[in-house]
């Protein structure tokens, strides 16, 4: 068996990327294991690790002097980036059970274009009659002067991908000027037609909400922010889509609907209203997506996209509705066709049946709202 080395790690690291890993995990204990189109697989080839062998690797691959040096007797976490020849890796580290463990995502070197992304458009032909490809959605919102942009799914669903190629888009399109604040600094984005500037967390600020405030006073165009993690950042983007910014960011949601919720129960209750009001101004557009097992044995990304309509921001701005009867409203604007392609988790994942993508099994276990499955 061949061992893992701070002297080889790179070697291995790139023979795994090669293998088609999305995630590459070194743990005490077992050998490195990769996921493969969503499966955790042992490279067995390789020797078993020991917590030494981690700590050694975490610190070869480790540019970062905040995390070089694992502490013996607290906590654990990490979150950085590092390379090899081949790819550039978000690195993640913690402690397991006192032992230490690393989970590394390799990123393209380059940046995949609109057309390189994989879309269930693209693998399918066309759209349905009367539904604007995908990335004429993509393509309109970059396109706007202000407002908030967001892609939002599960961790490791490609939200940080799809965001880089909309930067990319406008990088090689238009003539603006882009902050991004990010924790870590995923893509590296080579200025083009456009002069971006990326800050990382930590590194340079100390946080999104303080580096959001900080860009407003630098003349940005456009502002990505990694994560809306917590309601002072939530807010900050608010002020910034309302003061002639576009702000791109992402959420852990699976639709687009959820995700207008999960942004105004970030207030407080006595808030909300006033939160409802501000969103149905400055929301330009959400594009919620899913890694869905395929029958091939690979994945698709599917997309639910929801661009904003008059009608859209009416339903979402307050009009003395107490429940949440507004959510079910926006769900089924999405069913409507729309030239900027608006669509459904729900219809995108019964095309991909329809058309022998996935199974019907699969799609009813990713679906937004299964107990209609069979009712549509």
Known sequence: MIPVTPENISTVLDDLTR???????LKTGQPPLIALHGVWTPQTQYALLTGNDVTNLHQKLCRDTRYRDIPD????????????????FRVSGGKEHGRPYLVLRPLPREIPSFNELRLLDDEMGEAPHGVGHLTEGFKWVMRQKRGLILVTGPTGSGKSTTLASFVDHVNRTQCHNIITIEDPIEFVFRSKRSQILQREVGVDTGSFSGALRAALRQKPDIILVGEMRDAETINAAFRAAATGHLVLSTLHNNESAATVERIINEFPAEEQ??????????LVGIFAQQLVPTIAGKRQVIHEAMVLTSNQRSIIRPNGETDNGYLQSLRDTLKARNPYGNRSMDNELKRAVAAGIISEEVAQEYAIQPEKWSAE
Do not use: F, K, M, V
């Open 19 to 25: 293998a088609g890993a999305s995630d590459i995990q």
């Open 73 to 88: 007797s607290q906590p654990w976490d990490a979150d950085y980036r590092t390379s090899t020849s081949l790819s550039n």
């Open 273 to 282: 209203n006033r939160a409802r009001h501000a969103l149905s101004e400055i």
